[in-house]
């Protein structure tokens, strides 16, 4: 395995050098190597657990950096049991992806490395530092940064010429006010729970149960608001992806803000993928939402609040006790309900019968003595 360019993750795992890097000697090992573990050492894990054999897959998997986030769950989670069947789609996927990545990009003969008699020309030597210098410039674009305090150009540039994920940090300007503000905290989770972790076990190595239990029921909650944050960015990104691509009026609003449109359609597929996969409901029910948020639908709605507020001023009117229903009133309340059955139908009824019979007992006023 190659270990040069190595990155810790959580102190367990370890970054094999980044395929994009490898040379094309290196990436044919590296296929080879998937190859073999796929065929040795997935059935024995399927038949078999052992956590070393399910660690070496976690190495083989962090020379695509597109795999960092399943990494370190597993370093936090320490879940490898429950997680074969995903480590085995990894390793599937890996091994076509990769090989599809050589066929396309295998090397081509070198007409300056060609052999001939006698010393290279001036002009074959400008051309092979030219092709080198090309070629290095190429493997820098493409190379995975650290980005620091990432403006969001400079992620999605990243990602669109990698295709390395983002981590959750530099994807929190993507996140509502309130996700954006738990992924801030993330890291004092994770504290939380590798501290609580540990006093529970250092309790019970000591015979103090009840302090070991108190410890592990913290270490368990730590844990489950890191687990529901991934489910709820997830969910949130899955989100963005149906309504940038489906819903014209989310893309007008956040096209000044987000600019590029298309990469982040392109980086959020995947968690679409998984939660559309998890939740077979997802895309009718955002389809609903992105139908129930239309200029034509809120329009819509704004004129059935109209005509309700409309009906309830004339129930209002009808209804009304303080004033005598005079000839002039019983006219008005007439007008009135005709319109009401306009707005309501034949809910309207009940009032109709009232107007009716208060137009048989109209309160004549007295003529005033002149």
């Known amino acids: 395995m190659h270990q040069e360019n190595q990155t810790v993750i959580g102190k367990k795992f370890f970054f094999m050098t980044q395929f994009l890097l490898m040379s094309h000697e290196e990436k044919l090992s590296y296929i080879a190597s998937l190859r073999t573990y796929a065929h040795d050492c997935i059935p024995k894990l399927q038949s078999e ?29 320490h879940d490898y049991r429950v997680q074969v069947p995903s480590l085995v789609r990894w390793i599937e996927t890996l091994i076509r992806e990769s090989e599809q990545y050589v066929q396309r990009h295998a090397p081509q003969p070198d007409p300056f490395l060609t052999p001939h008699v006698g010393r290279p020309s001036n002009e074959e030597k400008k051309a092979r530092e030219q092709a080198r210098h090309e070629q290095q410039k190429k493997m820098e674009a493409i190379a995975p940064k650290a980005i620091e305090n990432p403006e969001p150009s400079s992620v999605l540039d990243v990602v669109a010429l990698s295709g390395t994920l983002p981590t959750l940090r530099q994807i929190a300007w993507l996140m509502p006010q309130g996700i954006a503000t738990r992924i801030d905290s993330l890291r004092e989770d994770r504290t939380a729970f590798a501290d609580y972790s540990e006093q529970a076990k250092r309790f019970g190595a000591e015979g103090k149960e009840k302090e070991a239990a108190d410890a592990a029921q913290e270490a368990q909650k730590r844990l489950a608001q890191i687990k529901t944050l991934y489910s709820d960015v997830d969910y949130e990104l899955a989100v963005i992806h149906i309504r940038l691509k489906e819903d014209p009026n989310y893309r007008k ?43 034509e639908a809120i329009a819509e709605r704004e004129r059935e609040a109209e005509l309700k507020r409309e009906a309830d001023a004339i129930i209002k009117y009808l209804m009304r006790t303080d004033k005598p229903n005079t000839l002039k009133r019983i006219a008005t309340m007439q007008e009135r309900v005709k319109r009401l059955r306009e707005i309501i139908g034949d809910e309207a009824e009940p009032y109709e019968q009232k107007v009716k019979i208060d137009a048989e007992r109209p309160v004549m006023r007295k003529k005033r003595n002149s």
Do not use: C
């Not at 897959?57 to 597109?66: K, M, V």
């Not at 077979?280 to 609903?288: C, I, K, L, Q, S």
């Open 253 to 295: 609003e956040h096209e000044d803000k987000w600019k590029k449109i298309d990469e982040i359609i392109s980086f959020t597929k995947p968690y679409y993928n998984k939660v559309s996969e998890d939740t077979p409901t997802f895309v009718g029910e955002m389809r609903r939402v992105i139908a129930e948020n239309s200029p």
């Open 49 to 77: 657990f052992s956590t070393e054999v399910f660690k070496e897959g976690l190495e083989l998997l962090s020379a695509y950096p597109r795999s960092s986030s399943f990494l370190e769950e597993r370093a936090i989670f």
